[in-house]
């Protein structure tokens, strides 16, 4: 199934989509522009629905295929990040101290492409919901428009999710059964002693030497205690503590991020700190506050949808720039939690050599445009096929 002439026909207004949405990206729930952006082009192209402020800014297209069936789920995330852009394309952000330096500008082209294909054909069976989401970058808006109602109001079967890859060439695409993308928690530890002057330590309980300790016996974790074979990463990447040369201070904090892809692995990785942040200030005479905040859970396909997403791509690019056991990321994706509710799965697509993901020069390749939103229409037909 061949990128569409339609759709080759309409990379130039993929492009200007794009370029436009990315000159005004706008951060976490705050994309009032981009909704209405968005709002704007499905009711354009002709969807029996579209619906506003689901998870607070998030936007929802319906659209019904010429016969009854099942219902599937299309998401694109509209957020940017709080990275000052330093790309130097004509089309840059004029919104200083943000960009679109993940390349959802070019998720939601690729879906409103999809879009407008799908409601100008109507060539499948059952409803497809063009779901466009705020707050993926930290805010869990995923959560939000789950908790907002959005699959039970919109009665829909299954979730399917889509990113782009840079170094994975243009019109390729890879994805996995299983963990795809890693659960992303954080932590901070708060060490509290006695404070007092550095000339007399001894009548002290110093934090930063406590502090220091822990840093290095939270590199162990990994080292030591996990099953090689386990993919878990433990960074500190915080350590606060003093404010004079004179002085040692009362208390210190050390904090970084965990990163894994079983539930187990995670779980063990926050046993672990605690009893081992527990145990130094123990042997310190100090005490420790431990403080875990679960973030994304792990992103976990579907075996059988990642095989049907696939199985669609080839026929779409041909099997040879399909791969089908991608390595995961131990990046987050909080599609996770839509794919907790539904069966599901999450691909990625290439966006050939660019600068890497959050990059300040990052850019969405807009020839990726076009096989994206081709992949889009063919899953639908596929996954909601006309009857004989």
């Not at 016969?67 to 599937?72: C, F, S, Y």
């Not at 789920?73 to 089309?91: F, K």
């Not at 919104?95 to 879009?115: E, F, P, Q, S, V």
């Not at 679960?294 to 040879?320: R, S």
């Amino acid at each position: 199934m061949p990128v569409s002439q339609s759709l080759r026909h309409a990379a130039s207004d993929l492009a200007i989509w794009r370029q436009t949405l990315h000159a005004m990206p706008e951060l976490l729930y705050e994309v009032y522009d981009t909704a209405a952006f968005v709002a704007q082009k499905l009711r354009e192209f002709g969807c029996d629905e579209v619906v506003t402020g689901i998870g607070r800014t998030g936007v929802v297209g319906i659209a019904h295929g010429s016969a009854p069936g099942r219902t599937i789920a299309l998401r694109a995330d509209m957020d940017a990040l709080p990275i000052e852009e330093e790309s130097g394309v004509p089309y840059a952000s004029v919104r200083a101290g943000a960009m679109h330096a993940c390349g959802h500008d070019g998720h939601m082209t690729m879906l409103l492409g999809a879009a407008r294909e799908l409601c100008a054909a109507r060539r499948f069976a059952g409803t497809v919901v063009f779901v466009f989401q705020p707050a993926e970058e930290g805010g869990a808006g995923a959560r939000a428009m789950i908790e907002d109602g959005l699959l039970e109001r919109f009665a829909i079967d299954e979730v399917y999710g889509m990113h782009n890859l840079p170094g994975l060439p243009v019109g390729q695409f890879a994805m996995r059964p299983g963990p795809i993308m890693a659960a992303t928690d954080e932590f901070c530890v708060k060490l509290h002693g006695r404070g007092g002057h550095a000339a007399i330590p001894h009548q002290t309980l110093d934090p930063i030497l406590a502090g220091s300790a822990l840093v290095q016996a939270l590199q162990q974790i990994v080292s030591r205690n996990t099953d090689p074979l386990d993919s878990l990463v433990v960074s500190v990447t915080q350590f606060h503590a003093g404010f004079a040369h004179n002085v040692i201070p009362e208390s210190a904090s050390v904090s970084g991020t965990v990163r894994s892809l079983m539930t187990d692995t995670r779980d063990f990785a926050w046993a672990r700190i605690r009893e081992i942040a527990d145990g130094i200030a123990m042997a310190h005479g100090l005490t420790a506050e431990n403080i875990y905040s679960p973030n994304y859970p792990v992103t976990v396909n579907d075996a059988a949808k990642a095989a049907f997403c696939a199985d669609v791509a080839a026929e779409l690019v041909g099997e040879a720039a399909v791969n089908r056991a991608v390595a995961p990321l131990m990046g987050g994706e909080d599609f996770s939690f839509m794919l907790e509710q539904r069966p599901g799965a999450f691909v990625f697509i290439g966006n050939g050599p660019s600068a890497g993901l959050h990059h300040p020069r990052y850019d969405f390749a807009d020839a990726a445009l076009p096989f994206g939103a081709a992949y889009w229409v063919a899953l639908t037909q596929k996954a909601l096929p006309l009857p004989a």
